[in-house]
């Protein structure tokens, strides 16, 4: 034991410390390839939920790749997704504070304008901090935003344990969101709604395409919590 209230050094402090065997370091088990995690087949007409829109995000992340994600069902449902090696996440779990995502994006953009850059945030938080879409255009930005239509903050409906009026939002157009932030026509970004598994895939090769042409993708999705 070492006594830290007496007048012991602080090298001896560490000194006594290194001594010490304070962890066990398990050897961790082999996490399956990418190759070994089954591919994902779209289901015509079917509902889109979050489950299987994590899912179908996995594969179509690739390296190289900026993922932002915010808090409450974002930051539940990126871990459910099985992502390859060199792609950068940035999450925050510490304060849980909403809305932050927006503005990240648009600095991992200007820190690493290289890759592909994209972002899944509720409409909860996106209605804090939505006004850097418009940094973003006029930066010559052009990520993928998916936005996650929860009807307000499910995640908060979760955590009580019950459906709360209070954690109800007004609904947007937020597939019309780039066109509100591009006034004078410059840019062009796209905005597309997605309610089907179908209407996914189709929105994901569009932002795709988008994206290459240096427009803004902004893909809209209406989904369940994540399990």
Known sequence: RVNLLGEDRE??????LGGQ????????QAMPTRSAV???????????????LWHRLGRYIREGDTVVVDTGTCNVGIRSASLPDGVTVLTQNAWASIGWSVPALLGAYHANPTGRHILVVGDGALALTVQEISTMLTSGHAPLIVVLNNGGYLVED???GRKMECNDIWVWHYDRIP????????HKPLGLRVRTEDDLERALQDAEQAQTDGRLGSDKDAAAVPE
């Open 11 to 16: 090298e001896d402090v560490l000194t006594a």
């Open 21 to 28: 065997n304070l962890c066990r370091v398990q050897q961790s």
């Open 179 to 186: 066109e509100v932030f591009d006034g004078l026509g410059r």
């Open 38 to 52: 089954r591919s994902f087949v779209t289901e015509s007409g079917r509902a889109l939920v979050q489950d299987r």
């Open 158 to 160: 979760f955590a009580g």
